[in-house]
């Protein structure tokens, strides 16, 4: 249910309305992640057929929300490279050094910075150009296919445990 989720909203679009942390009401979306995605009326849907607790909807919703937020972290770090990408990414100069960190999230390291500049770099070998943006850089992120027990209430944590 969450694969679901995170596929019907790969797109640079809907993580910058993630991002942007304001529902289409127009007030700040909760930090919880279920909850975001519920208020945004992206909400996680049982496959046809198959009957699921509201529990286990919300489960499935957190696990999709943390995966698209980190993405959007991801984007940001993807959409500095991008709009600053230098002629040598491998050779900056001090002047691309400082337009870089200018757009660059707070917080983003050194090895970050390289790793993305690194598959930006692999991904134009390729196709012999940037990427648009980090969805079409790299694909989806997949949810393995386990219950994240962090993301249940205490009353579903404590019907899961092993005696």
Partial sequence: MADRVIAAHWSDADLAVLAGGVGVDGRRLPSSGWMALRRLGWGAVAPAGVVVSDRVRRIAEEEAARALRLACHRRAVVAALLASWPDDPFARTG??????????????DN????????????????????????????????VSRQVSLA???RQQVGTCQVK
């Fill in 95 to 108: 002047e691309d050094w400082s337009a870089l960190r200018a757009r660059l999230p707070d917080g983003t």
């Fill in 111 to 142: 090895a970050t910075i390289r790793n993305r500049t690194r598959q930006i770099a692999g991904y134009m070998d390729v196709h012999g150009r940037l990427p648009e943006d980090l969805c079409e850089l790299e694909g989806q992120p997949v």
């Fill in 151 to 153: 993301a249940a209430d």
